[in-house]
């Protein structure tokens, strides 16, 4: 029993001493799950043309500020500079941060926004949306359904985020990068 303890013991620790292991992986997951979905959720959000970026469409106020559009008739001209700044840098976030993620750029910042989004993401979807009605779409930890869009699957969507925060890029990023450079 003690020899396969030490075996053990000593498999785990080689695993566990490969530097930037957790950090490569969680970016390669994140770039393989999740980039497509948020840039494809950005899109949405733009107006036409190049200026698309500077003048949301529609659709991204109503995505964001659901009851807010509803009570102005879904006439973007009805509210304010605060909602165009927030649906800009909403929309923004959706192409910058899993950009730096994927590049392991500033890393851990953008895991950090990145949750800062996937929260306001989820308060928009149950308070603005209504979905917290739903109990099929919002779960329930502890039950046997693993696969509820908010309780389970943004909860995994953030482990993987906090395992960027905590362990960094990884020696394949920029951030490895940089810091080689930067070190004397």
Do not use: C
């Amino acid at each position: 029993m003690t020899a396969l303890v030490s075996l053990h013991n000593a498999l785990f620790a080689r695993l566990q001493a490969i530097d930037g292991l957790l950090g490569t992986t969680a970016r390669f997951l994140f770039a393989a799950i999740f980039t497509m979905y948020f840039w494809a959720s950005g899109l949405t959000k733009l107006g036409d043309g190049f200026l698309g970026l500077f003048v949301p469409s529609s659709g991204a106020y109503a995505q964001i500020f659901p009851r807010a559009m509803e009570a102005a008739g879904y006439d973007v001209s009805q509210l304010s500079i605060l909602h165009t700044l927030v649906v800009l840098a909403g929309t923004w976030a959706e192409f910058v941060l899993p950009l730096l993620i994927v590049f392991g750029l500033m890393t851990r910042l953008a895991a950090l926004g990145m949750i800062g989004f996937i929260a306001v993401q989820t308060l928009t979807d149950l308070i603005g949306h209504g979905v917290w009605a739903e109990a099929s779409t919002v779960g329930a930890w502890f039950d046997k359904i693993p696969d509820s869009v908010i309780m389970d699957q943004r909860a995994l969507w953030i482990f993987l985020l906090l395992v960027l925060v905590v362990r960094g890029a990884g020696p394949l990023s920029l951030d490895h990068l940089l810091a080689r450079r930067l070190t004397p």
